[in-house]
């Protein structure tokens, strides 16, 4: 018992030490500074408890989950696509969102949608060029009378109209880079069901459409 009693006197006499000295800190402030040390000890309190919870949800919300992208190219060309007069060469073919792989959908006349989720394989300029490659006769003679560039001028799908909108610019230069045939092709063929895939077909068969169309101008501008 007087063991249990000497501890209670012990804690009794520590509390009181400590609230005794807590006295005489707080004696040294001003008025105002005890106002300014009781906000502190409150900014504190709530910085402490922010920290917690920060720590809990960090926790507690999962990582996000990856996105599932889907990616798309323009197909094979049609078989009966014309190949390119062995005489003229192949130049550059560019496009008017240089480098963007998402696909484009419109909604509204002034408004349109990058699909993060649905993808050409590659910039669609290089689909094109690689298409236009195919159709490019081999040839011994590498002096070329002319050459041909080509500009994505749009390549999107109309989500009002359900259509395909593609419009290509055809550019036929001599050796001396000077202009000898220059068309724009444009074509907006319809969807049955709005998809990605469906979006991709149809670009594929406006493009073949068009470079058989240039192909034949071609053709029958080198018979004049």
């Known amino acids: 018992m007087r063991s249990r009693d000497k501890a209670c006197d012990l804690a009794t006499h520590g509390n009181a030490a400590v609230q005794i000295r807590r006295k005489e800190l707080e004696g040294h402030f001003s008025?105002?500074?005890?106002?300014?040390l009781c906000s502190f000890r409150t900014f504190i309190a709530h910085l402490s408890v922010l920290i917690a919870l920060f720590c809990g949800a960090c926790s507690i919300i999962p990582d996000p989950k990856p996105l599932d992208i889907n990616y798309y190219d323009f197909g094979v060309p049609g078989a009966d696509l014309p190949q390119l007069p062995p005489e003229i060469g192949l130049g550059t073919v560019k496009s008017a969102t240089p480098g963007e792989k998402r696909m484009i959908f419109r909604d509204s006349p002034?408004?349109?949608?990058?699909?993060?989720?649905?993808?050409?394989?590659?910039?669609?300029?290089?689909?094109?060029?690689s298409r236009l490659s195919?159709?490019?006769?081999?040839?011994?003679?590498?002096?070329k009378k002319g050459s041909l560039s080509v500009k994505i001028m749009r390549l999107e799908c109309d989500l009002t109209k359900r259509s395909v909108s593609v419009e290509l610019r055809f550019e036929l230069s001599d050796a001396n880079c000077k202009e000898i045939l220059v068309r724009t092709y444009s074509d907006s063929p319809a969807l049955g069901d709005l998809s990605a895939s469906n979006y991709a077909l149809g670009v594929?068969?406006?493009l073949d459409k068009a470079i058989k169309k240039f192909f034949v101008e071609i053709s029958q501008s080198e018979r004049k």
């Open 204 to 206: 594929s068969g406006a």
């Open 31 to 36: 008025a105002p500074g005890r106002a300014l």
């Open 134 to 143: 195919a159709l490019v006769p081999d040839s011994s003679d590498p002096q």
């Open 110 to 129: 002034n408004h349109v949608r990058f699909d993060e989720c649905n993808r050409w394989a590659a910039p669609p300029e290089d689909l094109l060029f």
